[in-house]
């Protein structure tokens, strides 16, 4: 698995982008090839989730969109999936309320970028509930992993994410917008 300190890998992957459930809507087509160049100079929130339609990856897709906006504020883009194909994802979002236009991208991941950052659970074939945080230079600033089962806590990457962009260190709990050391 890479780690912190180590540059994204070369991937190329599908995304659903975010407001769409149709494959085309008013002409524009739903869907977006993005890769390791995508998104110059901003910071990447890049999670995955082991598979659509099941129990536990709603919640935590729902609450990484309900902070859409606090990630924005700091100059981040957020791009979740899983290895299941871009249509899906849309028709997850057509048929899950909570997840009816997405204001965030759903990746259909070939494996290029699972298995470049080595979150492939061997036993499962999916990928393992991996979080990392990509600064505007494609380099991995944060990782955490949890097994298939636990959902994690989007709030605490919102709180990474502003503990890494103040360049300072940083305490232990530290609260957005918090002092630093």
Not at 24 to 40: C, D, P
Not at 100 to 123: H, I, M, T, W
Request: proline share 5%; hydrophobic share 40%.
């Amino acid at each position: 698995m890479l780690t912190v300190g180590d540059k994204l890998p070369e991937f190329s992957v599908v995304a659903a982008k975010p407001g769409f459930n149709m494959p085309e809507e008013n002409g524009e087509s739903a869907f977006e090839t993005i890769n390791n160049k995508s998104f110059e100079g901003k910071w990447k929130i890049i999670f995955f989730y082991p598979k659509d339609f099941t129990f536990v990856c709603p919640t935590e897709i729902v609450e990484f969109a309900k902070l859409s906006e606090e990630f924005a504020d700091r100059d981040a883009v957020v791009l979740g999936g899983s290895t299941d194909n871009e249509f899906v994802k849309l028709a997850w979002r057509r048929e899950h309320p909570d997840l009816k236009s997405l204001n965030q991208y759903s990746f259909a991941d070939n494996g290029s970028l699972v298995d470049g950052l080595g979150v492939r659970d061997q036993v499962e074939n999916v990928a393992l509930r991996a979080t990392f945080i990509v600064d505007p230079h494609n380099v991995i600033q944060h990782v955490s992993v949890n097994n298939l089962n636990v959902g994690r806590n989007p709030a605490e990457i919102v709180r990474i994410l502003d503990g890494l962009q103040t360049d300072e260190l940083c305490p232990c709990n530290r609260a957005l917008g918090g002092e630093t050391l």
